[in-house]
């Protein structure tokens, strides 16, 4: 099973975390990057598990670049990280193929993936975001050859909560993170430490919210509508699988204010246009004007715990109870922050590189970006033609079926004119020829 995410910058995850290895592979990144791989490793450690008030797996998350970069540098050639996982332990969780855990993937996956290994959480577990968190990283080294920094804390865990970033003032001097957990207060790290171990000592977990920053984003990067910076930050962050919610700005304070107070209005400082506030975070319209870009993930507690809850058994049409055991995060927040940055490095970055496609070279890199996209959604099209095929089989149904195919047509033609006026007749004729190779591929397999 794979995912993807990503627009000039396109990253798919596959493994799980109970297989032999997770992997991310990004298309798109920049050729001549240069990577600071004790920076990187330092970066991995700090999602790492094994440490106070996370899961007690431990694994070395030693990140082995099968393509990409070469001599600390990226060559332009898709970039591959594969982390082997060492430290499986699946049999802990041998009883839930029949009795879901509340609030985990095991019912819904089922439904969508019949069959699917969901030991460990399979394809839906945090693990794939340590190779991600590789791919990040990179780019935040990407970025801060253009001068943008990126930082994160643990802004609340519970009720006990850390200084925030300053919405107008936050530089990458504000993010220097205190000894032990990932907060700019310590004290306010002492009170979270507290609040997390009185959850896991009750069998329990708790929530919690990371607060992010870009800084150095320059004016002018981002699109309207649904392509715009909170579109793709937000689409991108949702990749972690506790986020329950994303704010902006003033966020859902807004709600309270008068537009006279919301408003961000215009002034010039040091000789450029700056804003006096900074409520709409650094965005309007899906586009930078250059402030800094101050957002908060709010996190559900770990579904994971050990208390018992209630849950049903799928064959017996049931209901039972379940207690869950295994290593599990009491504060999933916690280990969330590298992660928020190494997500935040991927969509800045990918939104930068929109303007970059100006001369030969930048759009050659487009068009390759979009054909890999291309032949994956291809495949993905085939796969598809091939149940069909067996279902026509069954059915004694031919290959061919002119009408839909002209119903196929006709949409295509209509969406192509729509967005670029004038396509519509070439794309008709383009997604001809894939109904034709389509049909040989049915007809094979139907002779097979």
Same mark, same amino acid.
């Given at each position: 099973?794979?995912?993807?995410?990503?627009?000039?910058?396109?990253? !798919?995850?596959?493994?799980?975390?109970?297989?032999?290895?997770?992997?991310?592979?990004?298309?798109?990144?920049?050729?001549?990057?240069?990577?600071?791989?004790?920076?990187?490793?330092?970066?991995?450690?700090?999602?790492?598990?094994?440490?106070?008030?996370? !899961?007690?797996?431990?694994?070395?998350?030693?990140?082995?670049?099968?393509?990409?970069?070469?001599?600390?540098?990226?060559?332009?050639?898709?970039?591959?990280?594969?982390?082997?996982?060492?430290?499986?332990?699946?049999?802990?969780?041998?009883?839930?193929?029949?009795?879901?855990?509340?609030?985990?993937?095991?019912?819904?996956?089922?439904?969508?993936?019949?069959?699917?290994?969901?030991?460990?959480?399979?394809?839906?577990? =945090?693990?794939?975001?340590?190779?991600?968190?590789?791919?990040?990283?990179?780019?935040?080294?990407?970025?801060?050859?253009?001068?943008?920094?990126?930082? =994160?804390?643990?802004?609340?865990?519970?009720?006990? $909560?850390?200084?925030?970033?300053?919405?107008?003032?936050?530089?990458?001097?504000?993010?220097?993170?205190?000894?032990?957990?990932?907060?700019?207060?310590?004290?306010?790290?002492?009170?979270?430490?507290?609040?997390?171990?009185?959850?896991? $000592?009750?069998?329990?977990?708790?929530?919690?919210?990371?607060?992010?920053?870009?800084?150095?984003?320059?004016?002018?990067?981002?699109?309207?509508?649904?392509?715009?910076?909170?579109?793709?930050?937000?689409?991108?962050?949702?990749?972690?699988?506790?986020?329950?919610?994303?704010?902006?700005?003033?966020?859902?304070?807004?709600?309270?204010?008068?537009?006279?107070?919301?408003?961000?209005?215009?002034?010039?400082?040091?000789?450029?246009?700056?804003?006096?506030?900074?409520?709409?975070?650094?965005?309007?319209?899906?586009?930078?004007?250059?402030?800094?870009?101050?957002?908060?993930?709010?996190?559900?507690?770990?579904?994971?715990?050990?208390?018992?809850?209630?849950?049903?058994?799928?064959?017996?049409?049931?209901?039972?109870?379940?207690?869950?055991?295994?290593?599990?995060?009491?504060?999933?927040?916690?280990?969330?922050?590298?992660?928020?940055?190494?997500? !935040?490095?991927?969509?800045?970055?990918?939104?930068?590189?929109?303007?970059?496609?100006?001369?030969?070279?930048?759009?050659?890199?487009?068009?390759?970006?979009?054909?890999?996209?291309?032949?994956?959604?291809?495949?993905?099209?085939?796969?598809? =033609?091939?149940?069909?095929?067996?279902?026509?089989?069954?059915?004694?149904?031919?290959?061919?079926?002119?009408?839909?195919?002209?119903?196929?047509?006709?949409?295509?033609?209509?969406?192509?004119?729509?967005?670029?006026?004038?396509?519509?007749?070439?794309?008709?004729?383009?997604?001809?020829?894939?109904?034709?190779?389509?049909?040989?591929?049915?007809?094979?397999?139907?002779?097979?």
């Amino acid at each position: 099973m794979k995912s993807t995410f990503g627009t000039n910058i396109r990253i !798919t995850m596959e493994g799980a975390s109970h297989g032999d290895y997770v992997r991310c592979t990004a298309t798109g990144i920049p050729q001549g990057i240069t990577v600071d791989m004790d920076g990187l490793m330092a970066f991995m450690a700090r999602r790492r598990g094994g440490q106070r008030n996370t !899961t007690p797996r431990k694994e070395a998350d030693i990140p082995e670049f099968l393509s990409g970069l070469k001599d600390g540098v990226t060559d332009g050639t898709p970039l591959v990280v594969n982390i082997p996982n060492l430290n499986q332990r699946s049999g802990d969780y041998n009883g839930f193929a029949d009795t879901p855990r509340p609030s985990h993937a095991d019912y819904t996956s089922r439904l969508r993936f019949p069959g699917c290994d969901l030991r460990g959480g399979g394809h839906f577990s =945090a693990r794939l975001t340590a190779p991600l968190c590789a791919i990040g990283y990179v780019c935040m080294c990407a970025l801060k050859e253009k001068g943008v920094s990126i930082g =994160a804390h643990l802004a609340q865990v519970g009720t006990a $909560k850390d200084k925030a970033f300053d919405l107008v003032n936050v530089t990458k001097a504000d993010f220097v993170l205190a000894e032990g957990m990932p907060v700019l207060d310590q004290v306010a790290g002492q009170a979270m430490d507290e609040i997390i171990q009185a959850a896991a $000592k009750d069998g329990d977990s708790i929530g919690g919210m990371v607060e992010c920053a870009v800084v150095g984003m320059p004016a002018g990067v981002g699109s309207p509508l649904g392509n715009g910076i909170e579109n793709r930050l937000t689409s991108a962050l949702y990749v972690l699988g506790a986020l329950r919610g994303v704010e902006f700005g003033a966020g859902f304070d807004a709600i309270s204010m008068r537009g006279s107070q919301h408003n961000d209005p215009f002034v010039i400082k040091d000789g450029k246009v700056a804003t006096e506030t900074n409520y709409s975070s650094g965005i309007q319209a899906g586009i930078t004007n250059g402030m800094p870009i101050v957002f908060r993930c709010a996190f559900k507690p770990t579904a994971s715990i050990s208390m018992e809850q209630k849950t049903v058994s799928l064959s017996q049409k049931e209901e039972t109870t379940i207690a869950i055991s295994g290593r599990h995060d009491p504060c999933i927040a916690v280990r969330a922050v590298p992660c928020v940055e190494a997500i !935040t490095a991927i969509v800045m970055l990918d939104a930068m590189l929109d303007g970059e496609a100006g001369d030969m070279a930048q759009c050659r890199k487009a068009i390759d970006s979009i054909n890999n996209r291309l032949v994956e959604l291809l495949c993905q099209r085939m796969a598809l =033609a091939g149940k069909i095929a067996e279902e026509k089989d069954k059915l004694g149904l031919p290959t061919f079926d002119p009408a839909r195919e002209q119903i196929v047509l006709d949409k295509v033609k209509s969406l192509a004119e729509t967005i670029d006026a004038g396509k519509g007749e070439a794309m008709a004729q383009i997604f001809q020829e894939i109904m034709r190779i389509t049909r040989e591929y049915e007809d094979q397999l139907r002779e097979d």
